[in-house]
């Protein structure tokens, strides 16, 4: 079993900055793609932005120039720097990841974080 971690959400005016972060632990072989995907009140999830264990980033159109993300191999944590904020990003912000588990099995499994509120309001 996996367990992520998100932290770094909050209330901010717009134009302002936040850096989300998501830690991963648990039974841990390799982690190949780490992402954040975020919901707004009625509308579907979307992805963010993702990140694979080579380092190469897929970010979404709407927060591209405003939105870095990044992570760390070694310690299984994923960031999200935030910044030029605008109301339309506010949102439950998530973090997800594909795990591979075991050396010995090369079956990968999903996990997502249980989501950070990011609200953007003046």
């Known amino acids: 079993q996996v367990q992520l971690v998100e932290s770094g959400g909050g209330l901010v005016q717009p134009g302002g900055s936040l850096r989300l972060s998501c830690a991963a632990s648990?039974?841990?072989?390799?982690?190949?793609?780490m992402a954040w995907y975020r919901q707004a009140p009625g509308k579907e999830r979307e992805l963010v932005a993702s990140?694979?264990?080579?380092?190469?980033?897929n970010t979404a159109d709407s927060v591209k120039g405003r939105f870095t993300i990044s992570r760390d191999n070694a310690k299984n944590t994923v960031d999200l720097e935030m910044n030029s904020l605008k109301p339309e990003d506010t949102a439950v912000y998530y973090c997800?990841?594909?795990?591979?588990?075991?050396?010995?099995?090369?079956?990968?499994?999903?996990?997502w974080g249980q989501g950070t509120q990011v609200t953007v309001s003046s």
């Open positions: 997800y990841t594909i795990v591979r588990p075991h050396r010995w099995q090369s079956n990968e499994f999903q996990f």
């Open positions: 648990g039974t841990i072989f390799s982690i190949n793609t």
């Open positions: 990140i694979t264990s080579g380092g190469n980033t």
